[in-house]
């Protein structure tokens, strides 16, 4: 089975630090975007970064800098160092990847079951 398994979060303070990590399990021919979303109280989900497997990031309005996305490839692996924390970075982060399943070759979008990051002092 083909799944998502997201590692990291819980609290920090204002002006801390932070990395999620998110693996790919399973069997796969190939995995395309990979990335983070956040979803804030009462609010929508909304991109926090991806990036692509020519490492092409893309990141939200309100990151600002503080936030950078990597990826390993070979591990199908991302990571998200989170700097500069802010309280209203406080949200459950969810990976997501588009990936090719082995053998069948279905297409697919995979989510993580969400982690949570509080920032507040």
């Known amino acids: 089975q083909v799944q998502l398994v997201e590692s990291g979060g819980g609290s920090e303070q204002p002006g801390g630090s932070t990395r999620l990590s998110c693996v790919v399990s399973?069997?796969?021919?190939?995995?395309?975007?990979m990335g983070w979303y956040r979803r804030l109280p009462e609010k929508q989900r909304e991109l926090v970064a991806r990036?692509?497997?020519?490492?092409?990031?893309t990141y939200g309005s309100f990151v600002e800098g503080r936030f950078t996305i990597t990826r390993d490839n070979d591990k199908n692996m991302i990571h998200l160092q989170m700097d500069r924390l802010k309280p209203e970075d406080s949200a459950v982060y969810y990976c997501?990847?588009?990936?090719?399943?082995?053998?069948?070759?279905?297409?697919?979008?995979?989510w993580g079951q969400g982690t949570q990051v509080t920032v507040s002092s």
């Open positions: 399973g069997n796969v021919a190939t995995v395309n975007m």
């Open positions: 997501y990847a588009h990936v090719y399943e082995a053998g069948t070759l279905n297409e697919r979008d995979l």
């Open positions: 990036i692509t497997s020519y490492q092409k990031t």
